[in-house]
């Protein structure tokens, strides 16, 4: 199983970026996707998920109305588009999926729900 991020980069606040995983080895459209972020010094926090067949999105709220999560099961790939970035956002961002088809949003803020985790794509935001 491989999910291989790319689409990080350095970006000044305002500035847009889509992110994209691909995956491989797996059934793709059997799996919730989700992106985690990371910044130096902090836990690895939730940021978005979603759902088998794109209907149903979770975000946290600090990112609401600014980053979008979409996939594209024929492409075998999930995105977040992110828009209105902040220098806060600078993190290494990781994707994840599960089978645990789900939407309690204590068990999909988890890392631990996920079962495959991808290498992180870097994002730094200046101001």
């Known amino acids: 199983v491989q999910l291989q991020a790319s689409g990080g980069g350095l970006v000044q606040a305002g500035g847009s970026l889509r992110l994209s995983c691909a995956a491989s080895g797996i059934t793709f459209s059997d799996y919730y996707m989700g992106w985690f972020r990371q910044a130096p010094g902090k836990e690895r926090e939730f940021v978005a998920t979603?759902?088998?067949?794109?209907?149903?999105?979770y975000s946290t709220d600090s990112v609401k109305g600014r980053f979008t999560i979409s996939r594209d099961n024929a492409k075998n790939t999930v995105y977040l588009q992110m828009n209105g970035l902040k220098p806060e956002d600078t993190a290494v961002y990781y994707c994840a999926s599960t089978r645990r088809g789900t939407f309690i949003a204590s068990e999909i803020r988890r890392p631990l729900h996920y079962d495959y985790w991808g290498q992180g794509t870097l994002v730094t935001v200046s101001s």
């Open positions: 979603i759902n088998w067949s794109r209907g149903r999105t």
